[in-house]
């Protein structure tokens, strides 16, 4: 079992919807990330919370807003997104960003937009 | 910039068979080296991690040592099983940007059994 969880596990929504991606630790750790997935490649990092502040937005398009309310939940709010941006959403936590701490994954929420 | 070359996939293997992912790394002083798998249908698990150059990491028969001479970092087990089919990615992050953590662009092992 996962220690980090994500829900809803499938999300199919259209290009005018908006809709919340949810994610849980209870490790006690003070990083917390957003990564996407497309089929065949590595995750690619969005966004990085360091003790619940945004320290890493990696250029991300504005249709993509996390959100950090409190040190085990991250939140990515989705809103007018492209089909494009069909992909499997991981989020990850670590202990803190020192560069031996691992990243814990949870098993993803597969997006759809259509 | 930093970067992780892994051998291209996808590799297929009978059950039993002996085990190399080779990872090699480009990188600016000592960077940590990973290596996670991610099995279908799940988010990537740390496999093995190793911190300095000569470190073994070892977990579920893999193994990996952090060869700095060579900037390799390959992965290894004596025997595979069917249930080690998935995707390894080898990785890496710096102290000055832990961060941001570089992947390899992943190797698919399927093995018969």
């Known amino acids: 079992d996962t220690e980090v969880t994500q829900t809803p596990k499938h999300l199919v929504m259209g290009m005018t919807n908006k809709k919340s991606l949810k994610c849980e630790q209870h490790?006690?750790?003070?990083?917390m990330y957003w990564y996407k997935q497309k089929a065949k490649k590595p995750p690619e990092l969005m966004f990085v919370?360091?003790?619940?502040?945004?320290?890493i937005n990696e250029s991300v398009p504005s249709r993509f807003s996390p959100e950090c309310p409190n040190s085990s939940l991250l939140n990515l709010h989705l809103h007018a997104l492209q089909p494009e941006d069909s992909a499997l959403y991981l989020c990850?936590?670590?202990?803190?960003?020192?560069?031996?701490?691992?990243?814990?994954f949870g098993n993803g929420t597969r997006l759809t937009v259509t | 910039g930093d970067s992780v070359t892994q051998m291209e996939g996808p590799v297929t293997l009978s059950e039993e068979a002996f085990l190399t992912i080779n990872c090699t790394y480009t990188?600016?002083?000592?960077?940590?080296l990973f290596w996670y798998v991610q099995y279908p249908g799940e988010g990537l698990q740390l496999l093995l991690k190793?911190?300095?150059?000569?470190d073994k990491g070892s977990n579920k028969g893999f193994e990996a040592t952090y060869r700095k001479e060579t900037t390799s970092f390959h992965l290894e087990k004596g025997s595979v099983q069917v249930s080690d089919s998935a995707v390894y990615f080898c990785a890496l992050s710096q102290y000055s940007s832990a961060s941001k953590i570089i992947f390899g662009s992943g190797t698919r092992l399927s093995i018969r059994p």
């Open positions: 990850a936590s670590s202990q803190d960003r020192d560069r031996g701490s691992p990243l814990h």
């Open positions: 490790m006690g750790h003070r990083a």
């Open positions: 919370y360091s003790y619940e502040k945004l320290s």
């Open positions: 190793a911190t300095k150059a000569d």
């Open positions: 990188a600016t002083g000592y960077p940590s």
